[in-house]
């Protein structure tokens, strides 16, 4: 059996990376984790909207709205993504604006707020 060891070059390559960490490799694994909390937010919004209309606690007329919403948030998110980085007060009206997402999907599905 031939079988090559490339260890002393993979451990020669992480050193290197390991050693020397740069701010755009640090800031672009933030924006990609950040762009994965986003999207899990998004689909989590997404299963909350799909469950209140088959309840029957959503109307289509009031998911529709939802759906705008959450379509202006990812509108709001694409932008500083296709410019490459996008900063922390980016990171923050886009969290801001799920967060209201968040209350405006629970509240119309009773979850939260006044019970009628």
């Known amino acids: 059996m031939n079988t090559r060891i490339v260890l002393p070059m993979f451990t020669t390559v992480a050193a290197l990376v390991v050693a020397a960490p740069s701010a ?14 986003v999207t899990l937010r998004d689909a989590e919004q997404q299963a909350w909207i799909a469950r209140g209309v088959s309840t029957g606690r959503l109307s289509l007329a009031d998911a529709a709205t939802l759906e705008r919403e959450q379509a202006r948030i990812v509108s709001v998110q ?10 922390v007060d980016d990171a923050l009206r886009v969290q801001h604006l799920q967060d209201l997402q968040d209350w405006a999907i629970l509240g119309r599905n009773g979850v939260i707020g006044p019970r009628a």
């Open 78 to 87: 694409a932008a500083p993504e296709r410019s490459g980085h996008q900063s």
């Open 24 to 37: 755009s490799a640090t800031a672009s694994a933030l924006d990609r984790l950040h762009v994965r909390v």
